[in-house]
């Protein structure tokens, strides 16, 4: 059977596209923007992926159109295969009907933090000799690809709450039907599809109806927000995460986080890696919590966390030059820049960090998060914002907010030019944003090494 998907070069669409051809589906696709990492492993695995969003790459017909949620009306190929009548389904739906049935699905959720917890949590069942499936909207580096079909009944999969495609707008989350549910955290987000945090709130109360009264729903202790949304009715077994009361404790953190011990019930475990930032000892903790609902010993999840890779553009270091060292990380809310930047700062102490920010989510275009972003900065000595031509905002009154510590410039060059001139040995320099920015990483690389 052959399926050609429209925006394969997201990253859940892409690694839909990886599971499909695993499974023995003939597969094609179609994006306007390829690029690394997701073009990489589909070129790996011998997908041809097409420019652009062409009719003819639907001649001759595919015996299925899958759509991915960036997908619209008065696209080129969607008039094409609406006008052509040929059959069309949705990512996610198409995974809930080929892939998952028969399958105990771990669903991580939330806000932030679900591309590296669903990593953690694969990477604990493998290690744990599992062999489970997942699809994880990042790469993970302990399997260096986003999506496997796996050996045993075992899913994880990043449950993400936005819409599934113009043609089902509820979210994509409630197609997946988990026995195991993470919910991280939950904030307001996706500004561009949600009025505020209560209709966020309904899509995740809509997840919540899913879960079986014999599953297990495993969220933050406290938090306001997601006891809002359990309030309108849950029927599954819950077990909280790290506060006095909770279920799951947290003890001995390391002021950067790369060291900690966990504890429930008689068991204990310790983990010491190279992950910084207590929002990761968080997600590693829901991860450990999830693992252990399907038979992983606490200290045996440890174990694996100790040998974590980290996921690709989470806060990655992607190289170093004379003394530099030059992140990647894949930030898109106030909450998770300042997360990030926290857990650099407490591991440099009081070396120089450099951030780098491209405002380019959906929500970030819209202006949502202007009276918190320049917040959400303060653990950097300098400030760089990027005004692309595209953003219909100003950014000064970010610079404005963060004070003389912070620029503004309008072409990525400028921008590498500037770290190139001013930047010494010791200094980190974090380049945020949420897509490929240009390659700015590696012009920044090699203007420190060509200065």
Known sequence: MHIHILGICGTFMGGLALLARERG???SGSDANVYPPMSDQLAAAGIDVMQGYLPEHLQPAPDMVVMGNAMSRGNAAVEYALNQGLPYISGPQWLAENILPDRWVL????????TTTSSMLAWILHYAGMQ???LIGGVPGNFARSAAI???????IEADEYDTAFFDKRSKFVHYRPRTLIINNLEFDHADIFADLRAIQTQFHHLIRTVPSEGLIITPQAVSAIEQT???????ARQTLDGEQADWQLGDIADDGHCFTVRHQQQSGTVSWSLLGRHNVNNALA???AAHHVGVTVGHACEALNQFAGVKRRLELRGQCRGINVYDDFAHHPTAIATTLEGLRANIGQQRLIAVLEPRSNTMKMGVHQQTLAASLQQADQVILYQDAQLPWSLDSIRQQVGETAVVHQQIDDIVKLLAHQSQPGDHIVVMSNGGFGGIHQKILDALNND
């Open 150 to 156: 796996g050996e045993t009944p075992f899913f994880v």
């Open 25 to 27: 589906f003939t597969v």
């Open 287 to 289: 991860a450990i919590a």
């Open 132 to 134: 489970p499936g997942f």
């Open 107 to 114: 669903a991580v959720s939330g806000t932030h933090g679900k």
């Open 230 to 236: 359990l309030e309108q009715g849950c029927w599954t």
